[in-house]
């Protein structure tokens, strides 16, 4: 089982910068890909920006060119794993809750509990 944890979200100004960060522990060598995921009130959960293992990302068009995903398997520590969403020219309409997901084994998604970012003046 894997277990998520996230932080960083906050208030910022449009034009700003937020670092969000997921922490991973648990059944971490069976995590295949992770990603950040949000969802604005009154839309539908969106993929943000994810990568897989081997280090392959993606991202939402809205974001490209803004925002940068990476993740840390710390080799120091076994048992944990990190993705970052790094957030920057940050706009409005990027006000939403944003998630973390793991997908490991075949079918298993594990998300974390989510983290209000809010761009506003």
């Known amino acids: 089982q894997v277990q998520l944890v996230e932080s960083g979200g906050g208030l910022v100004q449009p034009g700003g910068s937020l670092r969000l960060s997921c922490a991973a522990s648990?059944?971490?060598?069976?995590?295949?890909?992770m990603g950040w995921y949000r969802q604005a009130p009154g839309k539908e959960r969106e993929l943000v920006a994810g990568?897989?293992?081997?280090?392959?990302?993606?991202?939402?068009?809205?974001v490209k060119g803004r925002f940068t995903i990476s993740r840390d398997n710390a080799k120091d520590t076994v048992y944990l794993d990190r993705v970052t969403l790094e957030m920057n020219s940050l706009k409005p309409e990027d006000t939403a809750v944003y998630y973390c997901?793991?997908?490991?084994?075949?079918?298993?998604?594990?998300w974390g509990q989510g983290t209000l970012v809010t761009v506003s003046s």
């Open positions: 997901k793991a997908e490991s084994g075949v079918t298993t998604e594990t």
């Open positions: 648990g059944s971490i060598a069976s995590i295949n890909a």
């Open positions: 990568t897989v293992r081997g280090g392959h990302t993606k991202y939402a068009d809205s």
